[in-house]
C-alpha cells in the first residue's frame, strides 16, 4: 500500500527549507517524588530533522526517547535547552504547534465510545473541518490505510495493527506538517510490523516529515534516513544508518564465553592490524575486527589448546547493534 495524503506536505506545498525540528541541549530532569530521587531523563540532546526527512530516535528502554518526543509535541515542559517544531518554540508556542504535528503515541488513546470512523471525523472537527469535509478526509484515509471493513468497529475490539492504523489515520486528519510516532510497533507480531513500516514508507514518499522513536535496530535501519543512537538521555551518534556503520560500528563483533577463564591465546589476537580491540572480561571475549575471517576459529582453537570449553560464541556484522556495541560495550537488549 502506499500512503500519501495530499495535505501531509508543509502548508506552502513546496520543499520548504529549513529545519522541521531542532533541538539544542535540551534537557529534562524528573524532580524528586517521595523516596525516589530526580531523574535526569534527557541530558541535553541536540538534533537538526530537515523537512521531509524520516528521522528515528533509537535507543533501549528508558534511555529518554519518549521523554524526548514529548517535549518535542509540547506535552513534556523541558528544564534545560530549547527545541523549536516548524520554526516554533515548543515553550513559546505550544499551541501553533499542535496544530502543525501528528502525535501517535505509544498506548491507544482512541476513544472506546466512537467508531474507527467516528475518531476521526471528531479529531477533524476538532481541528476546524466542516463536518462534510471531515467525513471525505476520514473517508479518504480509512481507504488509503486499508481500514474499510472497520470503519464501524470499535477500536478497542480491533488488533493492534489495526488499532494504530486508526491512531496513525487520526493523527494525520489535519494534515500535519511533521507526524511523531512513540514506538509504531511495539508488541505488534512481525507481519504486523512489516505491514505498518509500508504503511510509513508510503507517507514519507508523499512527503510526510516523520519522527518516531524505537528500540527496535531492525526498525530503525528498515525505515530511518537518519537515526540518533541515544542512551542514558544523551545522543551517543547520529547519521545514516551507513555513515554510522561505517564510523563507530565498522567492525565485525565476535563473541565467545569460555567455560573457564579466557585462554591466554586470545590476548596475541590484539596485536594483528584487522583486529581494533579485543575486550576480555572473565571468561567472555569480545573481538572486533576489520577483517573477521577465520577469528572465530581461533577462538575456538585457543580454548581447546588451553583446555577451555566454549559455551557459547557470536558473530554480528556491522549493523546498528553493533554501533551499539562499540559506542556502549553494552550488548543492546529490547
Ligand atoms: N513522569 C516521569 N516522572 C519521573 N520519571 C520519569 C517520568 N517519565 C519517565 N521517567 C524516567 O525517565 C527515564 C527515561 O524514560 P523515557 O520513557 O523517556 O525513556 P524511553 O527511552 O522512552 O523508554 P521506553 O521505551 O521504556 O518508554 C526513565 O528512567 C524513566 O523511568
Not at 520548504?16 to 539544542?24: D, E, I, K, N, Y
Not at 505498518?196 to 524505537?214: E, H, K, P
Request: glycine letters at 12%; charged letters at 25%.
Amino acid at each position: 500500500m502506499t500512503a500519501s495524503p495530499r495535505t501531509a506536505r508543509p502548508p506552502d506545498g513546496g520543499d520548504a527549507p529549513g529545519s522541521a525540528v531542532r533541538a539544542v541541549d535540551l534537557r529534562k530532569t524528573y524532580p524528586a517524588s517521595g523516596p525516589r530521587p530526580e531523574v535526569p531523563a534527557v541530558q541535553g540532546i541536540d538534533l537538526d530533522v530537515p523537512r521531509g526527512e524520516f528521522f528515528g530516535l533509537l535507543g533501549p528502554n528508558g534511555a529518554g526517547k519518549s521523554t524526548t518526543i514529548g517535549m518535542l509535541t509540547t506535552l513534556v515542559v523541558p528544564t534545560g535547552g530549547s527545541a523549536s517544531v516548524c520554526g516554533l518554540d515548543v515553550v513559546k508556542d505550544p499551541v501553533e504547534i499542535k496544530r502543525r504535528i501528528g502525535v501517535v503515541s505509544q498506548n491507544n488513546t482512541l476513544d472506546s465510545d466512537l467508531t474507527a470512523a467516528e475518531n476521526l471525523e471528531f479529531r477533524g472537527r476538532f481541528f476546524g473541518l466542516s463536518a462534510k469535509d471531515a467525513r471525505r478526509r476520514a473517508d479518504e484515509l480509512i481507504e488509503l490505510f486499508g481500514l474499510a471493513e472497520h470503519r464501524k468497529g470499535n477500536p478497542f475490539e480491533m488488533s493492534g495493527g489495526q488499532a494504530k492504523r486508526v491512531m496513525i489515520c487520526r493523527a494525520l486528519m489535519h494534515g500535519p506538517e511533521v507526524l511523531f510516532l512513540d514506538e509504531p510497533t511495539a508488541g505488534l507480531d512481525p507481519q504486523t510490523r512489516a505491514n505498518l513500516w509500508d504503511v510509513l514508507r508510503g507517507l514519507q514518499q508523499g512527503g510526510q516529515t516523520i519522527v518516531l522513536t524505537t528500540h527496535y535496530m531492525e526498525e530503525a535501519e528498515a525505515l530511518c534516513e537518519r537515526v540518533a543512537v541515544v542512551d542514558h538521555g544523551k545522543v551517543l551518534a547520529s547519521g545514516t544508518v551507513d555513515e554510522l556503520k561505517a564510523g563507530a560500528g565498522a567492525d565485525t563483533v565476535i563473541t565467545v564465553a569460555y567455560d573457564a577463564d579466557a585462554p591466554p591465546g586470545v590476548h596475541a589476537l590484539a596485536d594483528r592490524d584487522t583486529i581494533t580491540k579485543v575486550e576480555i572480561t572473565g571468561g567472555q571475549v569480545r573481538v572486533f575486527a576489520a577483517d573477521p575471517e577465520g577469528v572465530l576459529g581461533e577462538l575456538v582453537a585457543s580454548g581447546a589448546k588451553a583446555g577451555v570449553g566454549v559455551t557459547d560464541a557470536s558473530q554480528l556484522r556491522p549493523s546498528l547493534e553493533t554501533v551499539f556495541l562499540t559506542l556502549t560495550g553494552r550488548e543492546y537488549r529490547e
